[in-house]
């Protein structure tokens, strides 16, 4: 069965930088698009990012210009997503989600990884 | 970019209920890829329709999506209480995914 195994919670200091990593297991790894979305406390999901497992070319949101970074390693089918000079609005559970239904770039999310939170204080 | 508004914010309704969500697109959504996705507290988004109005799989027919261009539509036919969620819906058909801001669906 598909499933998205991502890392744990973390904490961080404004300024500072954060690494998730969201394992994939049950499907063919290069066949589907992922993507990275993020919902902070009580607000809504808000799309980050997307990374194309096969060639490992990205596209992000305009809101995280030069903030973000997204890879992937086939050989563990894993990819990571890296937010740096985090604020405290970065608060937030950080998702990966397979862009399962098609093939191509544009496909609705289908499975969602359990996500990780990280929290940015000082 | 393309912003979706949902309505209502909140949506309390009686257990049998019909329940009727609406996601308005600024601009019309040509390829008619919207989605709508159920979350319940402390869970991961769950997808319910794509494509506008195919059902994902597993998910109980009471569970309907219509409309085109602009508007779009969630229907449940019948309220169940593990239906209390909040509902978001999603346009994944450019570059730029975008969501509505939700319609919280909660038991009277």
Redesign the interface.
Known sequence: QVQLMQSGAVVRKPGASVKVSCKASGYTFTSYYM?W?RQAPGQ????MG?INPRGGGT?H??NFQDRITMARDTSTSTVYMELYSLRSEDTAVY?C?R?G?YSG??????Y????TLVSVSS | EIVLTQSPGTLSLSPGDRATLSCRASQTLTSGYLAWYQQKPGQAPRLLIYDASTRATAIPDRFSGSGSGTDFTLTISRLEPEDIAVYYCQHYGSSRQTFGQGTRVEIK
Do not use: M, T
């Open positions: 993507h979305v809504g999901l808000e799309w997307i596209s949101a305009q998702y989600a862009g239904i770039n544009y496909s609705p999310f289908d969602w990884g359990q996500g």
